[in-house]
């Protein structure tokens, strides 16, 4: 599968970007959606899953601000990022891995990931 993500941007602290990633691909729906970020001189670490049979799992930093969503019928993946921080800027990544990814419980680690996006940039300033 191929991935594009796209929707990246400059935003003020406290406002709102919604990413998306669109696929390629049939089988679309049956595969494990994750975003990822990394910024500068930081290891990759997780922010977003959706498992094929809609169930999410969030990082603690950014739950309750970001919403990861699919639409199945588009092969897109949308990450909604509100009340952004500083701390939030980074190359935003879609990756895409099987569902036993999802049930064996590293739905949140990069290296499950065989398919990846080739990063959007996401800038909060101050």
């Known amino acids: 599968v191929q991935l594009q993500a796209f929707g990246g941007g400059l935003v003020q602290a406290g406002g709102f970007l919604r990413l998306s990633c669109a696929a390629s691909g049939r089988t679309f729906s049956s595969y494990v959606m994750g975003w990822f970020r990394q910024a500068p001189g930081k290891e990759r670490e997780f922010v977003a899953a959706?498992?094929?049979?809609?169930?999410?799992n969030y990082a603690d930093s950014v739950k309750g601000r970001f919403t990861i969503s699919r639409d199945n019928a588009k092969n897109t993946v949308y990450l909604q990022m509100n009340s952004l921080k500083p701390e939030d800027t980074a190359v935003y990544y879609c990756a895409a891995a099987r569902q036993d990814t999802w049930y064996s419980g590293n739905s949140g680690n990069y290296r499950f990931y065989p398919y990846w996006g080739q990063g959007t940039l996401v800038t909060v300033s101050s």
């Open positions: 959706g498992s094929s049979g809609g169930s999410t």
